[in-house]
């Protein structure tokens, strides 16, 4: 999945992805752009497929800043997202 933040200075690879607290993925690559920071995100297949209005955060995980990214899913009745061709 691929996701766009407006901030997101200390996001790195391999941050954790998670759900309510749960761990469903991995940040795999985060590339700095202009005005926005741009991540690859892998979510383990038995949490796929997420819903449209998924709402994806960042947060801080520790007191040195380290940051992982938050899923707050949709309700099951909301339409799939399609996966990348």
Request: charged share 15%.
């Amino acid at each position: 999945m691929h996701v766009h933040f407006g901030q997101a200075q200390n996001l790195q690879p391999n941050a954790d992805v998670r759900i309510a607290g749960v761990k469903v993925g991995t940040v795999v690559s985060v590339t700095p752009t202009t005005g926005r920071t741009d991540a690859v995100l892998q979510i383990d297949r038995q949490y796929v497929p997420l819903r449209q209005g998924t709402h994806v955060i960042t947060r801080v995980k520790t007191l040195l800043g380290e940051t992982f990214v938050a899923l707050a899913p949709a309700p099951r009745s909301a339409p799939a997202i399609p996966r990348a061709a």
